[in-house]
């Protein structure tokens, strides 16, 4: 199904985020619980995953690795992380769980929009592997 899955427990955030998500036409499912949106991610195998990682019901990086695991069969769809956090610590953390991207709230809308239609329209491969190189040989 393609959709962008968001996880996020804060309705006012959740809100902006599908509000900007829906004026560039991209559909999105919210759901306020980690766990749901782990059973989520299983069953339909989202375009994109928001994830905040700061919830009430699994701590942010479990739910990470989780996904991760979950969405290797299905073409590794990207995993963004929205935290309140800021700073270098912080996004390795989550990019060490397996997030594809990091985002800091109050988030910027239009560098927020350019970088899901980014990781919406990039193939795979180039989004799960961004550091590899081509082989060289000799
Ligand atoms: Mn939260």
Redesign the pocket.
Known sequence: MSYVLLI???PL?AEVVIFLLNSIGVEVKHTLRGLEGSKLARQDCPSLILM?????DIDGRTLALQLKKQLADCGNPPIVALT?QTGKREERIAMGFGCTAFVSKPIDDEEFLALVQKLLTAPRDEISNPAQKPNMTH
């Open positions: 996020e427990d804060n955030n905040d990682f700061d919830l009430p309140a």
